[in-house]
């Protein structure tokens, strides 16, 4: 059984359509695939209204979250939330809060390479993002077409990088009012990605323990921006707090080189997962 619990769509910032995105799933041999795309449950209908026979389908929601340590350093992270409530009035009030967030900051990015000389404009990030959660794939994206850098990933390391002065923060929300919001929508919150350094700062175990304290029920383990080290450590983390240890490839399509079930999710884990108590069931045969 393959089981893939982190993808991204048009919904936010994937390259697929929702539909097009459990269809891919299915031709790579997936039995599980989880629809993740940042704050927001757009794609869900048109993902399970597509599902290809024999797929199953998770519905969930990749959550914008960030941690202020008591020295006043802030890192980002991201909650994965499966099975919620989507109609869940708190929830979709700090979703739109953030979606609208990425759409400042998305435009003030543009603005400041435009600034330095940048051939890249508004109007081309807004084409590309259509309706979904504009997110710097998006600027990305406009830059490659734009002929100045040879693909996503470039455009990331050179340009769009936090430690590149073009960089705007997001707004996020603190990830112990996330975990509240999503358990009492009735989600399952694991923690994406959560030793990803290669991203910027990572938070410490001791936070992962107060977090799931607060309701934390996973940790993933094996992702493509984890090395070896990482998913050890992770492994370990998980095991002495009693967290689920989930694998994911965090697909994006064509915005990121990583193909979809590259990570995976042990069969025996989905089923713990699924024993917990939920808002909703995954769509399935």
Known sequence: MRIDLHTHSTASDGTDSPAGLVRVAAAAGLDVVAITDHDSTRGWDDALA???????????????????????????????????????????????RLRAGRVARGRQMVDNLAAA??????????????????????????????GVVPDVSTAFRDLLSSRQPYYVRKPDTDVFEALALVRAAGGLPVFAHPFARRRGPVVGDEVIAAMTEAGLIGLEVDHPDHDADDRAHARDVARGLGLLGTG??????????????????????????????????????
């Open 248 to 285: 994911s490839s965090d697909y994006h399509g064509t915005n990121k080189p990583t193909p979809i079930g590259m990570c995976l999710t042990d069969p025996d884990v989905y089923a713990q997962l699924l024993e917990r108590p939920a808002a909703r069931t995954p769509v399935g045969p």
């Open 50 to 96: 597509a599902r290809p026979d024999g797929l199953t389908v998770v519905p969930g929601v990749e959550f914008s979250c960030v941690h202020h340590g008591d020295d006043g350093r802030r890192v980002g992270l991201h909650l994965l939330a499966y099975l919620l409530d989507p109609d869940d009035v708190a929830l979709q009030a700090e979703w739109t």
């Open 117 to 146: 000389g940048y051939p890249v404009s508004w109007e081309q990030v807004e084409t590309l993002a259509a309706d979904g959660s504009v997110g710097r794939p998006h600027i990305g994206r406009a830059l490659v077409d734009s």
